[in-house]
């Protein structure tokens, strides 16, 4: 398994051009499988719209404890692009008069980020309804800083939405490293301990599954089943909700898509599962996603692309919810993750 | 025309066999669908039944389809081979219990 993300390692697919290129060319120049936009266009949904703003997803740095296979972010520690507190600052203007009621803190690790806990005192004073943070548990037992982080997290009332690629060690070792398992578990253990996941409890703990390797995820609420059972009676775990994520075509799972030689296979199966129910509630025409340095995208993924959104607001500093939602959404073929099956968005499927 | 018998690639052609005949692709599609349905049997257990009576009647598309199909479904690869023991054991079997016709046959023509 890599330690180092694809920019560290300076591989080409590093730059979003290049992902862009093979994403727009290959199967789909040759027009073997159709593009996206055409299959928007076949139901009156091109340009895809936004409707009203509900989610705000920041993305506080993509540094990362760990350097998992299949980030969409290629995050990892040599990643030096984190939040500025002065960013920080537009971003709390924007909470405090938001329309949204749902903040969403993501990554990277978010809690690497040298002012998360500030910035977390501070976005909670604004008393959005759901305000989550995005763990990867294992950060939790990263580090003796960051032992309190479920106290922490409990005493603002925080939602920790946390990535578990299986409920067994084997499966999990393999698409996020050694060790992630047993961290893992001991991290679910002890945000159970402080009241987190329990069932009728107001402090939520929900768990995100995607796939570790080319294939697309299951039925939702059978895993859900599923990991509920082996994390209860292997671990005495609970959680509230299990999310089932597809893995989208973009960055280092792009990249292992096409070591692998999966990428045809993967993306065959991605427009096969394509539904157009889904094309409704896509993430993108609800959310808008801010990047470490400001910038705006329709989503996390067109933010790893370099994909600024399309209006003449582009960045946190000028936010303005009114002229930034009437815009069309920047879409290309990874965008057929967002719609396979039941669709996927960061709170899992979206019919 | 591919210069082997079997083209991984055609696995994803699978459903062009209707173009042919279309009520009958249409109804073996149906059917097929069904079957794999929620049921009595879970689609789970469903998916480890094909995955070991692929491996018995060596089909390498249906190999190929369950192998993915259990992944999707959260299924271990402990699962699977078992499923494929399960198979491989009843296949052997059938093969071993002819031995008893053989028997039969060996003290019928002997004195
Ligand atoms: S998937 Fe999440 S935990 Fe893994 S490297 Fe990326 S940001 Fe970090
Ligand atoms: S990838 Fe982003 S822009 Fe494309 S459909 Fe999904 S959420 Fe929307």
Known sequence: MATKSLKARQKDLAKTNKQLEILNGGIFAEGELPYFKDKLTNIGHFPLRPRKLEILQINVGYMCNQ?????HVDAGPDRKEIMTRETMKQCLEVIRNTEAHTLDLT?????MNP????????????????FIVRSNLTIIRANKQYYDLPEFFKKHNVHVVSSMPHYTRGKTDKQRGDGVFDKSIKALQELNAVGYGLPGQNLRLDLVYNPSGAYLPGDQVALEKDFKKALDEDFGIQFHNLFAITNLPISRFLDYLIASENYEDYMYALVEAYNSEAVENVMCTNTISVSWDGWLYDCDFNQMLGLKVASKIKHIKDYNEDILNDRNIIISQHCYGCTAGAGSSCQGTVI | MANTYYDAADLRKFAKITEWSEELGNKFFDYYGKVFEEGALSAREKSLIALAVAHVVKCPYCIDAYTKDGLQRGITK???MEAVHAGAAIESGATLVHGVQMMNKYNKLSM
């Open chain 1, 67 to 71: 350097v998992c296979e299949h980030c």
């Open chain 1, 107 to 111: 990554g990277g690790a978010p809690e």
């Open chain 1, 115 to 130: 002012n998360f806990k500030w910035f977390v005192e501070e976005a909670a004073k604004a008393g959005i309804q759901d």
């Open chain 2, 78 to 80: 402990e699962e699977m």
